[in-house]
């Protein structure tokens, strides 16, 4: 069944052909009659009503045009004055192209075969009314006037009904291709947007990974070589008094390769994370908190609980930069009010915990056994490369979060034996 008029009905066509066709059988009625009499006030006040009919119900009304229930009152009553003025005077069959002009324009299918097979049997009848209907030829004349009127007006109303519906399936087909266009451009854009991403996480995971091979190179073999030599002089001036003469050169070749050591380590230093090179990962942590904070309007509150170990400097970006990037997802997703950032020194490994008050979400989509959610906002790469960093530190990353209780990002990474050297 349709439920859609694809336009509004010509102006024209709906709002003047029908006065001009009441207007016309009025002149007609008019200079046919002998005088005034009864029956021509009647045919007459008959005429006043069905424009009234129309002017009340359709042209003073142009909103009621689209709704079905009030168009085809309109429409019987129209058809009911028209049989009334059919039944009078056979002329007004004249007046039937105006039920035909209402049924096709407002009526909504099927209520519109409807509305045309009332109009065509008024039609065939008022076309009949000169044959006699005293016998069964003409009858049966009657009624393949009035069967013909109707087939061939609902046959009209058939094609008008196909070329509708082919025009909805158009209209449907270029709605889903804009629909699909606008999902497609919005897929690309989002693409785009993780590609850029994608690329700069690289650039940020190279240039790291060169800076800690450097860091290892020099701790591993200058370092490594300067404490070596430092060992066996001493080891030498234990040993073995000095004699006088070489005190001094053997004085400066110590010094020289103490020095040489803590520039070593100056340089391994150096190619830490800028705010972990002049501070410990908890003062580094409530920087990157503080500048967050400041940023966002949203205060941050830091803890840092046990007692400080060294942890190697993989340790210390892994939970520095899982610390970021937690923030930036709170940022951009969870609409919190409240922040906390925990670090913790336990026993055997040191703990990182994010939590928000935000809207949390359902983590209905964690892949099994990682704990990791698919969020549609892009947070989903951020937590990859969280997992990656403190797995790969043989560490554990967790995330609980339930929709309206806020999120907590917990990850976990093992700590040196006492007395081992990073």
């Known amino acids: 069944m349709s439920r859609k008029i694809p336009q509004q009905p010509p102006f024209l066509l709906v709002n003047v052909v029908p006065y001009a066709l009441l207007v016309l059988l009025v002149a007609i009625l008019v200079i046919m009659a002998d005088g005034v009499d009864g029956s021509l006030l009647v045919d007459l006040g008959l005429c006043g009503l069905a424009a009234a009919w129309m002017l009340g119900m359709f042209t003073l009304?142009?909103?009621w045009w689209g709704r079905p229930r009030i168009m085809g009152v309109f429409v019987a009553g129209l058809l009911v004055l028209t049989a009334v003025l059919v039944a009078r005077q056979p002329a007004f069959g004249l007046f039937t192209p105006a039920a035909y002009i209402y049924s096709f324009?407002?009526?909504?299918?099927?209520?519109?075969?409807l509305g045309v097979a009332g109009a065509a049997v008024l039609?065939?009848?008022a076309q009949a009314s000169g044959i006699p209907k005293t016998d069964a030829f003409g009858v049966a004349m009657l009624v393949t006037i009035v069967a013909f009127n109707i087939v061939m007006m609902c046959?009209?109303?058939?094609?008008l009904r196909v070329a509708e519906r082919e025009e909805e399936r158009r209209e449907q087909t270029l709605e889903e291709l804009s629909r699909t266009n606008r999902l497609l451009e919005a897929s690309l854009a989002e693409n785009a947007g993780l590609h850029a991403q994608?690329?700069?996480?690289?650039?940020?995971?190279?240039?790291?990974d060169e800076r800690r091979r450097m860091a290892r190179e020099i701790h591993d073999t200058l370092a490594q070589g300067l404490t070596g030599i430092i060992a066996q002089l001493q080891a030498a001036e234990q040993m073995h008094e000095v004699p006088a003469p070489w005190?001094?050169?053997?004085?400066?070749v110590k010094n020289l390769a103490r020095e040489s050591l803590a520039e070593a380590r100056r340089s391994v230093d150096a190619l830490r994370p800028e705010p972990l090179r002049t501070a410990r990962l908890s003062d580094a942590l409530a920087d990157v908190a503080g500048r967050w904070s400041k940023l966002h309007g949203l205060p941050v509150h830091v803890t840092t609980t046990g007692t400080v170990r060294p942890m190697t400097p993989e340790a210390e970006f892994a939970l520095l930069r899982t610390a970021q990037e937690a923030l930036a997802n709170v940022a951009k997703h969870a609409h919190a009010t409240r922040v906390g950032v925990t670090l913790s020194y336990l026993e055997h490994?040191?703990?990182?915990?994010?939590?928000?008050?935000?809207r949390g979400f359902?983590?209905?989509g964690l892949e099994a056994g990682t704990a990791m959610p698919r969020q549609p906002s892009g947070g989903g790469f951020g937590l990859t490369i969280m997992r990656q960093r403190v797995e790969g530190l043989s560490g554990t990353l967790q995330i609980e979060s339930e929709p309206g209780l806020g999120t907590g990002i917990s990850a976990r990474v093992p700590t040196p034996p006492t007395g081992s050297h990073a």
Request: overall charge positive; glycine content about 8%.
């Open 105 to 113: 324009t407002v009526l909504r299918w099927p209520w519109r075969l």
């Open 349 to 358: 490994e040191v703990a990182l915990d994010v939590r928000d008050d935000g």
């Open 247 to 252: 005190r001094r050169p053997f004085d400066a």
């Open 155 to 159: 046959a009209c109303a058939w094609v």
């Open 123 to 125: 039609a065939g009848t």
């Open 61 to 63: 009304r142009p909103g």
């Open 362 to 364: 359902e983590p209905a």
């Open 198 to 208: 994608l690329l700069a996480r690289a650039r940020e995971a190279g240039v790291l």
